[in-house]
Every structure is written in structure tokens, then in C-alpha cells.
């Protein structure tokens, strides 16, 4: 599994029996995820950009790893059972697929971990959905944010929608093309939190350009 991998090449790293059990049951949940958008690859490409993060930003002892991977791995239970074809639909999950997640996480984790680690997980994972209005607390939620966003235009997501281009109305395909411009835009990149993720996304909305004229 992604979470021991990255636990053994971070043992100082330490999480609890309990925590441990909980990534596992929910990269499972990733795993048997019917949207391939947001399934346990998704989560395994956010660990191994949270390495990355970590070589770059080596103060980390204000992060709580058992929040921070708890996060990580739950945030989107909710969105891996869903699929949006419509932009209806679309925008309801963006909207709603926090406090959906939270739902899930809440069910597994209560009466199993601290209530001070619930919290702090559900508020990581309510504020990775798109349209925030305030700013970000925590420095757990900060990281799953950056980090989600980053993977939002990984090249193994894009495939399979330029693929079913064709299979899309023309509505779909003009809110879609709105929908990337406005994430991949100057604006959005100033959103992220940290400068590691805006240098590795500046470079990536490059290739996003690109692509969009094929579609
Ligand atoms: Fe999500
Ligand atoms: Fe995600």
C-alpha cells in the first residue's frame, strides 16, 4: 500500500496502531473507487509529492503526521463513489465533496482516535474543496490543499478526458474547457500556499495550455 511505502522511507516518521489501521481502511476505500479521477493512484501520487514537499521544506516539526496523512488519505472517500458527467452534478461535488468525506471519516474514526485528531482531520478535509472563503489554519490543511491542487492536472487524469472527448455534449466540453482555464490561471496559482507548489504547478499549467487547443 502508498502509506507503507512512505512510512518506510520516513521512519522517523511515527503514527499510531490505530492511525496506521485507518490510512489502510481508507486507501482501501480509495482502491475500490468507481471514479478514476479520484481513486487510490491519486492518493499514492499525493504521498510521493508530499516526499518531495518534505526534501524541500525541511521544517517539519510543526506538521502532524497523523492528521496530515489521515487527511490525505480521506479526503476524497466521498468523490471516489461518485462520477459527474454533468456540469450540474460537477459542481455540486466540488461544493459538497468536503463535508461528504468528513461524513465517512467521522463514521471509521470516532471512538477510535483522540477527538482533537477527528477535528483537525475534518477541517483538512472540508477545506480541500474548491471555493473557499477563508483562509486556511492549519498547516495540515494548507499541505492537502497545495498538494491536491497540484495533482489536479496530473497528465494520468487528463488522458482519459481528452480520450471521452467525444463521448461529452458540447455544453460539458465548454464549461469543462472554463472550468480548467479558471484553475490553471494566474490567480489560482497565487491561491496556493507555498512556493514549491507554485513553481511545480506553473510548469504543469504550461502543458495544460497545450493541451486544451487539442480539445
Ligand atoms: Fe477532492
Ligand atoms: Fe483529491
Redesign the pocket.
Known sequence: MYIDKFLKNHPKIKISKKTLMLCRVGEQKMADSIDQL?DNH?IGRLLSNLESFLKDNRNHKKINFEILLLSIIW??TWKAKKQSLNPFKLLFHQIYEGFGSVIIFSKHSVGLLPKSIIVEVNYAIRK?AQFQFFPLNSIEAKILKDL?DL?LFHVRRLRPLIKKRNQVNYFTKIFGKYYINKLSSKKSLNNLQFSWTKKKTNKINKIVKKLLKTI
Open positions: 479520484h491519486h479526503h476524497d480541500h491536491d495533482d
